[in-house]
């Protein structure tokens, strides 16, 4: 018989007998096959966290190497070679393969709590996000194991790059590996984009979403439209090496400024791609701890949607020592300079919250909250190198280099880890350590200041980036000393979280649905949640569901206990894309192994083309298409297709 | 104690009617992030065009004797696609079919074409940056020109077993409307290599 297309969704409230069927069709296989096939959004988001905090400590060891090769003049533990390809890793490994994915990790592991929802709108290409990402990472770093890492820096300009220069296969790992791990920050930005605007909770209109919603949407709109910029540079590149081609190569008519252009017109608004999200953790979690909701909701979720849209017209800043015209260069040291607006919207609307809160000063508090003295700092730095004469004079030093490191460590890393603390409890169900906490937050706090503050003196001394070593008498040998201390002092701090997470994983005190009396739709289902999520799919009345009865804002209240069963199948509801009414009801995909064999077939592919073995590039291919095939072939129990007729 | 806002709807939709479902905003999605490739491929072409030295374009005046109509063909071809899915709208699977098909055929005519025209080219993949620009994009066209025709030979095999109805249907719009990008996609390629050069630019 065809099943009905329409059907009007019970409404009803919890019972033991509901939770059971949801059980049954929601919960994953155990196992082998259960770990390799489920689209759970929680288990992939604990997935992407995890193995980001790997890549953050293989980058931070990178790092460490560097500063005792750079912790006195004329040194030699590493050799020039070892120390380009080390500092090119440690930028790829934290820009690419942490700092973004931690953020998809959070992401993905909190959205459809926050939503209200059951799942990410595509599971499946979730779960490839995250195959794509690991395999792709696995790629990158076979080529630094096999002494083929990058080498010309993350950003990568040619002719450095360009086969002439650099003839070895390090440049190719890197190109095909940015290409593939593009495939997953691609599809992970649809995810996202169409899970915001399609799967939310009834009622929760575009101006009730957590900010940390609109700092991922955002950061996931540009995401879609400027990878392909990078992917493509990276293609040109590897052809130009592989091919013969001249899209880099001047005595080819080839324009070596097109790479700097395709990689920053990528490269800039990625910035804010890895902060945004970062930001939007700080004003939902800081709130928390002040008592009371964020100061001017609107004016942030607009300065965060502002940031990305003026985050497209400042690429050329990262080009004003390139001979560009000087018009160009106003305009995009104008647009630079404007971008400070919202930014300091933003930081105005968290000291307001604190000031007009009653903060409860815990480690995730002094995460959320050190953050902003950070952001200014990192602001201020790059407030003044968006000036063309200042850049001038700082660009290529390390003035720049303390400034980055502000930027992504203060609003990537500190929020980063307050989330840790904030969000812990709901995906373990135990809390972190506060009194270890302390001791992390400090260590972290004072080992980073003490690394990059006199950094910034270093870089106005003249000591130029990228150099292996240096010689005595510059005025750079004591604030090297102090940044190699301060790099270890911060590593402590670093590792101390990790221990922190190690102990309580298990010891922890139990946390509780809701340990922070947080006001958000994750708190209202237990820790770790189940499954399902939601038991019933909860109706939004506010931005703060939990908090409505205090701050007896009058109006309706948000109806968490009674609302629509869904449980005749595995599924959730789908709303209305700006006032989140419901309209139609999602038929989820079960769990596959669609997405594993895919993100396999383009490895084998990848690989194929870096050795140039096209019967293993054919091979590869091969996979990926029937892997498609089969993911995309219609399904009954999706609704895809009518069942068949007798 | 204030009022509950339980949303109660009525009949409400189970999984993609027509279009309505999140597979059509996934296609959107794919198709935006897409047409941004090409948009920085035509970059690519303009911005090394706009500095080159006199004698840039291999082909100053490039003829398009081949390549307009091809671009008329792959134009009908998204009509005969759109034609398919009118079909499979009112039931009728032998006009699904047909559209779907010459859809099909028509694609495939145009890639050998383009193949052709490829090895009609006095230059080279490596000879210069325009043979590179020229060679990189037009081969980047094909094989979404190959993948659409993939996709037209899926919905083609799903149609002619009977999978679609007017309400279920959603992957033919899906597969059609990627159609339809393949093709309007060209007409920007199409512009800047055949076009352009006429009017001026690179010269």
Redesign the interface.
């Known amino acids: 018989m065809r099943p009905a297309d329409y059907r009007t969704p019970t409404i009803g409230i919890d019972s033991a007998e509901h939770v059971a069927k949801l059980m049954r069709l929601w919960q994953g296989a155990p196992g082998l096959k259960g770990f390799f096939s489920t689209v759970d959004h929680k288990e992939i988001g604990k997935r992407y966290i995890v193995t980001a905090f790997v890549f953050l400590a293989l980058g931070g060891i990178e790092a460490l190497i560097m500063r005792l090769q750079l912790a006195g003049p004329n040194l030699s533990l590493l050799t020039p070679e070892q120390y380009n390809e080390l500092f090119s890793t440690h930028g790829m490994t934290m820009i690419f393969l942490y700092a973004s994915p931690i953020l998809s990790g959070f992401s993905n592991y909190l959205w459809p709590l926050l939503l209200g929802s059951r799942d990410m709108a595509f599971p499946r290409l979730n779960a490839l996000g995250y195959w794509i990402y690991v395999a792709s990472g696995i790629f990158l770093y076979a080529g630094f194991l096999t002494g083929n890492g990058p080498n010309d820096g993350w950003f990568n300009y040619v002719p450095y790059a360009s086969r002439d220069y650099n003839p070895g296969l390090n440049e190719d790992f890197y190109s095909l590996g940015m290409v593939f791990l593009g495939i997953s920050t691609t599809v992970g930005a649809a995810n996202f984009i169409v899970t915001a605007f399609r799967t939310r909770a009834p009622g929760m209109s575009i101006n009730r979403l957590p900010i940390m919603v609109w700092g991922t949407l955002t950061a996931s709109a540009a995401n879609l439209i400027v990878v392909p910029a990078v992917s493509l540079a990276f293609l040109m590149l590897w052809m130009d090496r592989q091919f013969g081609t001249h899209f880099f190569d001047p005595s080819g008519g080839g324009q070596p400024l097109l790479w700097q252009h395709l990689f920053w017109i990528f490269g800039h608004p990625w910035v804010y791609a890895i902060v945004l999200p970062a930001m939007g953790m700080v004003s939902d979690g800081l709130p928390v701890f002040c008592r009371r909701p964020l100061v001017g909701y609107s004016f942030v979720a607009l300065s965060t949607v502002a940031t990305m849209i003026l985050g497209f017209g400042v690429w050329v800043h990262h080009m004003f020592a390139t001979g560009l015209p000087g018009m160009g260069l106003s305009f995009f040291s104008g647009a630079s300079i404007v971008i400070t607006v919202p930014s300091a919207v933003a930081v105005f609307a968290w000291l307001a919250t604190i000031w007009l809160g009653r903060p409860v000063i815990t480690t995730a508090f002094l995460f959320f909250s050190s953050m902003i003295l950070l952001f200014v700092i990192g602001g201020v730095s790059g407030f003044m190198t968006a000036s063309v004469p200042v850049d001038w004079q700082l660009t290529d030093t390390y003035f720049v280099v303390a400034h980055l490191h502000y930027v992504l460590i203060g609003i990537n890393l500190f929020p980063v880890v307050g989330a840790g603390y904030f969000w812990f409890p709901k995906m373990s169900g135990r809390m972190l350590d506060e009194r270890l906490g302390r001791w992390n937050f400090w260590t972290m706090f004072l080992g980073f200041n003490l690394a990059f503050l006199p950094m910034h003196l270093t870089g106005l001394f003249g000591m130029p980036r990228r150099v292996y070593t240096y010689a005595e008498g510059m005025g750079w040998d004591t604030l090297n000393l102090i940044t190699s201390i301060g790099s270890f002092v911060f590593a402590i701090g670093v590792l101390l979280f990790f221990i922190n997470v190690a102990k309580s994983w298990k010891g922890g005190a139990i946390a509780g649905a809701n340990p922070w009396d947080a006001p958000t739709l994750e708190w209202s289902v237990s820790s770790p949640p189940p499954p399902y999520n939601f038991a019933i799919i909860p109706t939004v009345a506010s931005r703060h569901p939990l908090w409505e009865q205090r701050l007896d804002e009058g109006g309706a209240v948000s109806s968490l206990d009674r609302g629509m069963l869904l449980d005749s199948g595995k599924e959730t509801i789908g709303t209305s894309a700006l006032d989140a009414e419901p309209d139609m009801v999602l038929e989820m995909p079960g769990d596959s192994l669609a997405p594993l064999l895919l993100a396999l077939g383009i490895s084998i592919l990848f690989v194929g083309l870096l050795l140039k073995i096209w019967p293993v590039t054919v091979l590869g291919g091969a996979v990926a298409a029937l892997a498609l095939l089969s993911w995309l072939w219609p399904r009954r129990e999706l609704r895809e297709r009518e069942p068949a007729r007798a | 104690m204030?009022?509950?806002?339980?949303?109660?709807?009525?009949?409400?939709?189970?999984?993609?009617?027509g279009r309505?479902?999140?597979?059509w905003?996934?296609v959107g999605?794919?198709v935006?992030?897409?047409a941004?490739?090409f948009a920085?491929?035509l970059?690519?072409y303009f911005?090394?065009g706009a500095?080159?030295?006199p004698g840039?374009l291999l082909e100053p005046n490039p003829s398009l004797k081949l390549a307009l109509p091809n671009t008329i063909l792959l134009l009908a071809s998204s009509g005969a696609a759109w034609f398919g899915e009118r079909g499979v709208l009112r039931y009728r699977r032998s006009q699904a079919l047909l559209g779907f098909g010459s859809a099909f055929v028509m694609g495939t005519v145009f890639v050998i074409v383009q193949w052709y025209e490829w090895h009609t080219k006095a230059f080279g993949?490596?000879?210069?940056?325009?043979?590179?620009?020229y060679f990189?994009t037009t081969g980047f066209h094909i094989a979404h020109v190959i993948v659409g025709i993939?996709v037209l030979a899926?919905i083609f095999i799903?149609t002619a077993i009977?999978?679609?109805?007017p309400?279920?249907r959603?992957?033919v719009s899906a597969g059609v409307l990627y159609w339809h990008f393949v093709d309007i996609v060209w007409l920007f390629v199409f512009a800047t290599y055949y076009l352009t050069p006429h009017l001026g630019f690179g010269k």
Not at chain 2, 20 to 23: D, L, Q, R, T
């Open positions: 204030p009022e509950a806002a339980l949303a109660e709807p009525r009949d409400l939709p189970v999984g993609p009617i309505h479902g999140i597979g905003w996934g999605t794919l935006a992030s897409e941004a490739l920085y491929l970059f690519a911005y090394t500095a080159a030295q840039w993949l490596g000879t210069s940056s325009y043979a590179s620009l990189v993939a899926a799903w009977d999978y679609f109805s309400q279920r959603l992957t």
